[in-house]
């Protein structure tokens, strides 16, 4: 019998989402067809968590990227469970992760999240926020947005699918990344979830954005100006049918489930 339990010091409201999420998915796919992998411990998020259980199978999830350059190596030396494997949340979190035990494992988006085909208006975000964003990184993306009317929402009381309903009600959504994960290329949750709804988004630019969604995504910005540029590109002219081929691009590829059948591979 399988079962899943999972350490995580949360950053933001992105890593409530993955650990939410993920869970969702593997209870699926336990439930489906268990693979009979015991006790699965995950440690995860911000400076995952130093001290979990010790079960069948320990596993240290770094998504979040990190301050202290020899983060990976204290934390092999200080975990009182070492893990069999270093899920990594970018390219450059694996690359950091040489000479451990290590799989490319970035988060996915909820099969929650998909086109609903309503009117749009306004634009938005979903995030965490109260500084946990850069001003830099709020002054590029957010001011320019409050001409067109704006909304940020921290928590929905409708939860995944009260998301869904936001991502796809809102003309242009905006993408935003903490320091840290922009230090180390890791694409946030939202990117996945936003572009799964075949929705209209600017993001804040990350050089590994390409690399990792496996296709070239041009609405990124690094200045109000660009992303003033990009909302009246996209909120006064058609892209569906471009935001559809990403969309089924996301549910192809960036699924959850596609992630936790490259972790049953690995496994």
């Not at 336990?30 to 320990?58: K, M, Q, S, T, Y």
């Not at 957010?142 to 869904?164: Q, V």
């Not at 993408?175 to 804040?204: F, H, K």
């Not at 590994?208 to 003033?228: H, R, V």
Request: overall charge negative; hydrophobic content about 30%; glycine content about 10%.
């Amino acid at each position: 019998m399988t079962k899943l339990s999972m350490y995580i010091n949360p950053g933001g409201r992105g890593d409530n989402q993955a650990a939410d999420q993920f869970s969702a998915a593997f209870r699926k796919f336990v439930a489906e067809n268990d693979p009979g992998w015991g006790d699965v411990v995950i440690a995860a998020g911000n400076h995952g968590v130093l001290h979990p259980h010790r079960g069948d199978i320990n596993l240290y999830w770094e998504w979040s990227g990190y301050e202290r350059d020899d983060w990976l190596s204290y934390y092999m030396d200080h975990a009182s469970v070492k893990p069999s494997l270093i899920l990594c949340g970018s390219w450059k979190i694996y690359e950091d992760a040489k000479g451990f035990p290590r799989l490319y494992f970035p988060v996915a988006a909820g099969d929650e999240y998909y086109p609903m085909n309503l009117p749009r208006s306004g634009t938005g975000y979903c995030g965490t926020g109260g500084g946990h964003k850069s001003q830099h990184q709020v002054d590029c993306m957010i001011e320019p947005a409050k001409k067109y009317g704006f909304t940020w929402i921290t928590t929905h009381s409708d939860g995944r699918s009260g998301l869904n309903q936001s991502y796809n009600g809102w003309a242009c959504c905006l993408g935003m990344n903490s320091d840290n994960c922009q230090r180390w290329g890791v694409v946030p949750i939202r990117t996945y979830e936003v572009l799964a709804t075949g929705s209209p988004y600017i993001t804040y630019h990350n050089d590994d954005l390409n690399k990792t969604l496996g296709f070239e995504y041009p609405y990124q910005s690094s200045s109000a100006k660009e992303t003033e540029h990009w909302l009246d590109e996209l909120i006064n002219n058609d892209h569906k049918e471009e935001f559809a081929k990403f969309a089924e691009i996301i549910n192809r590829e960036h699924r959850w489930i596609n992630r936790i059948q490259t972790l049953s591979e690995a496994l």
